[in-house]
Every structure is written in C-alpha cells, then in structure tokens.
C-alpha cells in the first residue's frame, strides 16, 4: 500500500449508534452517569437533545480506531488525540473519516500521520483528533537469498 | 432552578499533584469481547485487545473509578461533566490477560472563567506499563466540571 499526504483513508460507517451497547459500555466501564443509560435524565437536560442516551467518549473513539485497524491493520495505532466537540446519540447513524496529514518513510517502520473525524449527515463533526498509525515500512531488511 | 455551590477555585487547583494508590488491571478475554462488540469491532486477532479499553484500564487500574474522579472534582451531578479530550499513546498494543501495572495522578486542576460560563478543567494521567516496568501506553484524560450550566 502507498501512502500520501492527502490521501483519504476509507470510511468506516456505524449504521445506528445503540443504546443497548452504551448499556454495556457503562457496566463495563462502571460508568454510573445516566447520560448513558437514561433517557429522560439527557431529555431533562438544558441541550435540547431529546429522549436519546449519549454515547460514551471510549465509543464514538472506538469507530476511528475501527476505522484505522481497517485500513492499516490491528495494533496499528501509535497515537491517537479525540476532541469532542458534540454528543453522538443513540439511532444515529455516524462516519468515521480521516485523511493522511504526514508520512515519515525514514525508519524501518512507516510512521502515517492522520487527521481523523466522526461524522454526522446533518450535525456535522461530532469528535475530531490526529492519529498516528504505523506500518511496515519500505527500508525494510533483506532476506539473505 | 436552584444553583449548586460553586467549590473554591483554590480547593480545585489543590487538586494538581493527587496520585491514585496504583495497582494492576487484566483485561480478560470476555471483557475484550463485549468491548469490541460495543464498538462494532470483530475481536481482533492474536489477543490483541481492542485500543477503547485504554479509558477504563488505567482508571481501574490505578485504584480510581469514574465515579472518584467526579467527586474529587466536586462535581455537581454526574450530568455536569464535559470530555475536553482523551490523549492515547500505545508503545505496544493492549493485549487480553495480560497483567498491566497502572499509575496515575491528577496533573492539573485550574478554575476557567469564559464569558458565558465557568468550569474547572481537570486533567488525569495515567502510565500503564508491564509487571517488568517496559512501557505499554499512558492515557491523558481532560474533563471539564461545567458550574451551574447543565
């Protein structure tokens, strides 16, 4: 695989973000904020988000990294920095997109640069972050023949 | 709606340097599995644990829990926490039954005052590393006590 600057690393797609997997995110979390399992507590909220959970941060991060394990394969991610600039919300469909920034060919390993986002059609960005992902580089050793 | 008592900013800043007692976590293979579920993920191969683990890991770890980390910021409600950002570096993958030593702190605590509003912005630090003290991956995690806002 060549890598560019410019390049867009594929999609990956959360077809409908699932209010039964935040259940299980904050038992696995021990996460006792109800923003993730209640309903009504988000709808009392002064956000005007309606009667939806919130998504937990680990989660929505969880489909970029999804996405880079896609694209460069599992153990790949070096660094990786998420803002969350709005809320992912249960029944929403959201895109993970990110694009290569900065490739460093110099060592045995291919460091890739990447400014990464998740993405709502209406909503726009709701996480934003870089990611640095690492590969097999070109100056790899010879085999002996 | 009534207002909560807003903590002194002096008690919050007093924060900075409060270490966790430190300890072990093991992410066990269920754990990894209901994890990568969550995220849409397949389990990935070879024992590699799903990177989203690296948020519960260490507070686990390090002899915290979200919920200490709330109230040590003298939060006013579990609503009233923001995520500013989650800071991950991985020198090798996570890995399932593995035992992972955990140390963590709290590195900075200060009082923000914008215009609309003001919020105490705490910032949590954690070094997780293997029984033989090789590094493995630290973790920032920046929260922000939102007052009287939500």
Same mark, same amino acid.
């Given at each position: ?38 309903? !009504? ?6 956000? @005007? ?5 919130? #998504?937990? *941060?680990? /989660?929505? $991060? ?27 919300? !249960? ?6 997109? @990110? ?5 460093? #060919?110099? *060592?045995? /390993?291919? $460091? ?34 | ?150």
């Amino acid at each position: 695989m060549t890598v560019a600057v410019g390049d867009r690393i594929p999609e990956w797609v959360m077809p409908e973000v699932s209010a039964e997997r935040m259940r299980t995110m904050a038992a696995l979390l021990r996460d006792p904020n109800p923003l993730h399992w209640d309903r !009504d507590a988000v709808a009392a909220l002064p956000l @005007g988000l309606g009667r939806r959970t919130i #998504n937990q *941060g680990p /989660l929505g $991060l969880g489909y970029m990294v999804n996405m880079l394990h896609a694209w460069a394969g599992p153990g790949c991610i070096r660094k990786m920095v998420t803002r969350f600039p709005q809320v992912v919300l !249960d029944g929403e469909t959201v895109i993970a997109r @990110g694009e290569v920034t900065a490739v460093d #060919n110099t *060592g045995d /390993l291919q $460091l890739i640069e990447c400014s990464i986002w998740l993405e709502h059609a209406e909503r726009g960005i709701l996480l934003e972050g870089e990611a640095t992902v690492v590969r097999p580089g070109s100056h790899q050793p010879q085999a002996e023949p | 709606m009534a207002r909560h008592p807003v903590p002194a900013a002096a008690d919050i800043e007093a924060l900075a340097g409060h270490r966790f007692p430190g300890g072990t976590y093991r992410i066990a293979h269920w754990e990894n599995v209901l994890l990568s579920g969550c995220t849409g993920a397949d389990l990935l191969p070879d024992g590699i644990a799903h990177p989203s683990a690296l948020f519960h890991l260490p507070i686990a770890g390090s002899g915290t829990s979200i919920a200490e980390m709330f109230a040590l910021g003298q939060a006013e409600s579990d609503l009233s926490i923001m995520i500013e950002s989650y800071d991950w570096e991985f020198f090798q993958p996570l890995r399932e039954e593995t035992d992972y030593r955990v140390e963590g702190k709290i590195h900075s605590a200060e009082r923000i005052q914008e215009q609309d509003r003001e919020y105490d912005r705490i910032q949590f630090c954690f070094a997780v590393s293997l029984a033989s003290g090789e590094p493995v991956a630290r973790s920032v995690v920046t929260w922000h006590y939102t007052r009287n806002t939500l």
